[in-house]
């Protein structure tokens, strides 16, 4: 039954692309391209968004995503990350339904004290391509970069990192309001580009790989824990 029902969303979703204008051509062309030119499997070269952003804030990954507060209110949160350090540049949040007037007002809020990158790389949501928050980019002189439609791999960093944020703190964390929502976050982010390491650096933090690091070496003998984010992460520290 189960099956069924997925059968037939999925031919009703194909029937609704088919209608589009241009929609049966579409469809067309990206079966050809899935079967013919599909990425070759076990590659280990760099992507092109890894390429671009060869260096600390060469290239920014901007994402939003949705927040559910303890009052029943939903919030967006934006994130902005450097592609090279990993690192989390900020956060902004906004309550109930964002326009493009919000997303620039947003970005600001994010990026304050943080300079500019390069390159910025986003999706294809609708909110981007609004004039002012085109202007601000002209002003900042930041070339936007599209993602391929419809492909999340295409910016594997900014999903992962929104995947890392709600399975390893917005899932385990009561927010209250407005206000609780962006302290909280920021003291993630403290937490994540300071003391969490990575693996792809061999044990370095995105503030290490940026040369800030805060880490000591450790003694297996002479260490303490370090509590974060209210006692939700332990990072080991030397005494």
């Known amino acids: 039954m189960k099956n069924l029902l997925l059968l037939i969303v999925h031919l009703i979703s ?44 060469s290239l920014w ?12 209110k ?26 493009g007037v919000a997303v620039c007002r947003m970005s600001n809020r994010a990026i304050y004290r943080m300079g500019v990158p390069t390159y910025l790389s986003s999706d294809h ?8 928050w085109q202007a601000n980019l002209r002003i900042l002189e930041v070339e936007e970069i599209k993602t391929v439609p419809y492909v ?23 927010f209250w309001d407005g206000r609780d929502l962006p302290r909280k976050l920021e003291q993630f982010k403290n937490y994540y580009n300071g003391h969490r390491v990575h693996r ?26 370090r509590s974060h984010c209210r006692g939700l992460f332990q990072t080991p520290l030397a005494v």
């Not at 990954?61 to 029943?72: G, K, N, Q, V």
Request: net charge positive.
């Open 14 to 57: 194909t029937v609704a692309r088919l209608l589009r204008p241009g929609g049966a051509k579409t469809l067309l062309v990206r079966r050809v391209l899935a079967k013919h030119h599909g990425p070759a499997g076990g590659g280990h070269g760099p992507s092109w968004l890894t390429f671009i952003g060869h260096m600390r804030d």
């Open 61 to 72: 990954s901007i994402d939003l995503f949705r927040c559910e507060l303890m009052r029943l």
């Open 74 to 99: 939903s919030h967006w949160v934006m994130v902005i990350m450097d592609q090279y350090t990993r690192r989390i540049i900020g956060f902004a949040v906004q309550a109930g339904a964002i326009d």
């Open 125 to 132: 949501d609708p909110l981007f391509p609004f004039s002012q």
């Open 152 to 174: 999340p791999i295409s910016r594997p960093f900014v999903e992962r990192l929104i995947g890392t944020i709600q399975r390893e703190y917005l899932d385990q964390v009561l």
């Open 200 to 225: 792809a650096f061999n044990g370095e933090t995105p503030s290490g790989k940026a040369g800030h690091s805060l880490l000591e070496s450790a003694e297996l003998e002479r260490f303490r824990w």
